[in-house]
């Protein structure tokens, strides 16, 4: 879990010491934010404030005022993200499966109980039904009221918020077909309540079943650094592959999670528009600008390091029940 403390330090020095009393001359009081990323490894950055501490049914839940990211969504002591890049993560997860689909209409959120991934799919003029899919109400009733950034897109019509598990709901909509299905689901960790979400069975009977024709499935997939790829970014990638025909894995740098990040996109339809086209699908179908993602981007983001690479080739570890991976961490109910 993440951690908060105080502590007083000198204005132009790096040592810091505990204190509960005013600091003295020449000394300021900071609070800081640290979450354990590995068991010798922590990342802390300094708050103007906590907005919010509590517990829903499912997972432990902040809002932070930080200094150097603005405000910072943490769920099970992870960060989800943060005000300041954010638009990294989602334009990432949003913009390629859709902007790869020739039109796509219908789409259903996994998890994304923030807003933010309904708010960028809504920029595309083609989408006329979103199905926001979330297992905690305490959350996304939350994220309403306290990320107006995303007012707008829970205001949207087109916008269906569903509070259920999100296999139990896309298993009940068995008539129905998605152009494009987004996994925006919290990380694989012991405990939590989504690493049943990463499984082949799951992907095979549940997901790839409910995608029309042509159709394109992408998920966020964990950490994708040079040290991190192989907690979970590998096996959801070659799990992947068991399951469809065209898989295409791809990852950049976000700043607040101290680390690279992957995604994942899959489909039986080939997954391969080139930069031009794609920045000619976003001068036709996309509303307003995007701040990270076009098709240059698109083109670097998909160039992985060797390391990656060659982990990726070399990867034969299948995720399921049985033998899931998850990050380092634990949820709720591991606690």
């Not at 899919?133 to 309403?144: L, R, T």
């Not at 107006?148 to 298993?171: G, H």
């Not at 794609?278 to 992985?304: C, P």
Request: proline residues 5%; contains cysteine; charged residues 25%.
């Amino acid at each position: 879990m993440g951690e908060i403390s105080c502590s007083t330090e000198p204005i132009n020095g790096v040592l810091s010491r505990s204190s509960s009393s005013p600091p003295p001359s020449g000394y300021r009081k900071s609070c800081w934010y640290e979450e354990e990323i590995e068991e010798n490894l922590r990342w802390c950055f300094a708050l103007n404030s906590i907005l919010h501490t509590g517990s829903t049914q499912y997972q432990e839940i902040a809002l932070f005022d930080t200094k150097p990211f603005g405000k910072a969504l943490v769920i099970d002591g992870k960060l989800q993200s943060a005000e300041v890049d954010e638009f990294v993560y989602h334009e990432c997860l949003v913009h390629p499966p859709l902007l790869n689909h020739p039109n796509p209409k219908a789409v259903f959120i996994m998890g994304g109980g923030e807003g933010s991934t309904a708010r960028e799919i809504l920029k595309h003029t083609t989408v006329d039904k979103v199905v926001m899919c979330d297992i905690d109400e305490e959350v996304v009733e939350f994220c309403k009221e306290y990320l107006v950034v995303n007012t707008e897109a829970f205001n949207d019509p087109r916008l269906d918020v569903i509070i259920n598990d999100a296999r139990a709901e896309l298993e009940k909509r068995k008539e129905e077909k998605f152009d494009v299905i987004v996994g925006d689901l919290a990380d694989p960790i012991e405990g939590g309540p989504c690493y049943k979400l990463y499984t082949k069975s799951f992907y095979e009977s549940t997901v790839k079943p409910r995608l029309s024709q042509g159709g394109i499935f992408v998920t966020q997939a964990g950490p994708a650094g040079i040290f991190s790829h192989a907690e979970v970014y590998t096996c959801i990638y070659n799990t992947l592959r068991q399951v469809f025909k065209y898989v295409v894995p791809y990852a950049a740098h976000i700043p607040s999670y101290a680390d690279t990040w992957g995604w994942v996109m899959a489909s039986d339809s080939p997954l391969e528009i080139s930069c031009e086209e794609m920045d000619l699908r976003i001068k036709q179908r996309v509303e307003g600008e995007n701040k990270y993602l076009d098709g240059t981007t698109f083109s670097s983001v998909s160039t992985l390091n060797k390391v990656v690479r060659n982990s990726l080739f070399n990867e034969t570890h299948v995720y399921t029940e049985g033998a899931a991976r998850f990050i380092y961490g634990h949820g709720k109910n591991e606690l």
